[in-house]
């Protein structure tokens, strides 16, 4: 990683969309996601602050915020695999890893100290992991080596 983007893309994804949400914020892409959003509700929300929307619905895409090119949006093929999916994104819009997200709730996570989280990470993790992360807005903590086993080769092969 070299630096600040300005161009990351931010994401709002529709209500089909919750598993390619959750990865997307741990590569740490600013990702919303509403459980049970209607289309309208969700084109507002993707106006108001400038997001790209994910959806497979490609009707989503035939509405004016779209025709008219005031919401940009990207179309994921159905058929795919989540895996095949976050591939599918992180290509189309030039995503590069970075401080991953949390995936529950979209924050900003903190880098934490191993003392800071004994209470809550298991002691068998607390010996092993090397790194510690917090969300300040829900409380969720992560390490390396339980949450994020499988990501460490998915973000090194998208270049993080
Ligand atoms: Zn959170």
Avoid at 1 to 29: S, Y
Avoid at 44 to 67: G, N, P, Y
Avoid at 84 to 110: F, I, K, S
Wanted: charged share 30%; glycine share 8%; with cysteine.
């Amino acid at each position: 990683m070299n630096g600040e983007r300005p161009a990351d893309p931010r994401i709002a994804c529709d209500a089909m969309c919750g598993g390619v949400a959750r990865w997307l914020r741990i590569f740490g892409v600013d990702t919303t996601y509403t459980p049970g959003i209607d289309d309208a509700d969700l084109v507002q929300h993707a106006l108001a602050e400038r997001r790209i929307v994910i959806s497979s619905d490609h009707k989503l895409f035939e509405r004016r915020a779209f025709t008219t090119g005031a919401l940009r949006g990207l179309l994921l093929p159905v058929g795919l695999r989540l895996r095949e999916q976050v591939r599918y994104v992180t290509r189309h819009l030039d995503v590069r890893p970075r401080m991953p997200r949390c995936a529950a709730c979209n924050g900003e996570l903190e880098l934490v100290r191993r003392a800071e989280v004994a209470d809550v990470v298991p002691a068998r993790s607390l010996i092993w992991a090397k790194e510690f992360f917090r969300c300040p807005d829900c409380g969720q903590v992560y390490w390396e080596g339980s949450h994020w086993r499988r990501i460490g080769p998915e973000r090194a092969r998208l270049g993080g």
